[in-house]
């Protein structure tokens, strides 16, 4: 005898959730669907990210040292101190300064090495390979080679411009020497994202523009520029948010430059704390740059956001 299968529900009336099973918390719902797999992501994001947070504001707020010895709540007074610290304003506009001069340059530069890279007929390889390579490089390895070529007596640039320029001997040549350093190194990663924005262009846009008449300046610039637009832009905010953390490359090609010219705000946060042993005033230092961080990612954000509503409006 065959089992008779339940008569279906009327129409219109649903069906009882099934009953859940009691003594199960809302915590053991959570991770029977797949809480083990991101348990270990979020011990170590609370640990080496919630934490240090945590910590770094709590010690912004106490005058303490690498020990722990002797330490005392003093407030808001670090960030008095700082807003008040010639030397914390000199190193912010070294590193503002050393943004403004990279940035534009690495755009440039990237963009233009992609456009090569993407159009050459032969060797497409070796190029992407020659353009991509230096990023690939540790810190110390550039500081070495570049100390080398700026060696006033007999490095490689002097020798070729058959000067001798104080590259890292001079202010202002410092900082420029800085910025082709981090160019050379850098601009690699830039030029990747160009590179397949490029690859991402349809082919037709460019057979129609050229019936039409276009020459190849135009078609870059009424095709490929307006194409590649929202990258340049994701390029722009990730150097400007890479420049404000410039350290290392700037600190094992010349320590900072004569008298500090070309010291970056964390290389002066970074002496505070573990030259000067003033662990709070380091931490205030360090919460004053974060600001300044999500300051400028929430700027891109909401260009982002109005130039999307701008778009909905229009049609």
Excluded: C
């Amino acid at each position: 005898m065959t089992a008779l299968a339940p008569a279906p529900a009327p129409p219109g009336v649903r069906e009882s959730a099934p009953a859940r099973r009691p003594g199960r918390s809302r915590l053991g719902r959570i991770m029977q669907h797949g809480g083990w797999f991101v348990a270990p992501f979020l011990v170590f994001y609370g640990v080496f990210l919630v934490w240090p947070l945590v910590s770094g504001l709590w010690y912004s707020l106490n005058e303490t040292n690498l020990a722990g010895i002797n330490t005392e709540f003093i407030g808001l007074d670090n960030y008095r101190e700082a807003l008040n610290d010639d030397q914390l304003w000199d190193s912010l506009g070294n590193t503002l300064t050393f943004t403004a001069m990279l940035t534009p340059l690495i755009v440039a530069v990237a963009f233009g090495l992609a456009l090569l890279a993407h159009n050459i007929k032969h060797g497409k390889w070796f190029w992407r390979l020659a353009f991509f390579a230096p990023f690939l490089l540790p810190s110390a390895v550039l500081a070495d080679l570049w100390r080398w070529l700026y060696e006033p007596d007999f490095g490689l640039l002097n020798n070729a411009l058959n000067e001798r320029v104080p590259w890292l001997l001079e202010g202002d040549w410092a900082m420029f020497s800085m910025v082709l350093a981090t160019l050379w190194w850098t601009v690699g990663f830039s030029f990747l994202l160009y590179l397949a924005a490029l690859q991402a262009i349809p082919d037709h846009l460019y057979e129609a523009a050229a019936l039409d008449g276009a020459g190849p300046w135009q078609r870059m610039w009424h095709i490929t520029v307006p194409m590649v637009r929202n990258i340049t832009g994701l390029i722009v905010v990730l150097q400007i948010l890479a420049s404000l953390q410039v350290f290392d490359q700037i600190f094992l090609i010349n320590e900072g430059g004569p008298n500090n010219e070309t010291r970056p705000v964390v290389q002066y946060i970074i002496q505070q704390g573990f030259t000067g042993y003033r662990i709070g005033y380091a931490s205030a230092l360090s919460y004053i740059v974060f600001v300044l961080i999500v300051a400028v990612t929430l700027v891109r954000l909401w260009l982002v956001r109005k130039r999307t509503d701008e778009k909905g409006e229009t049609r």
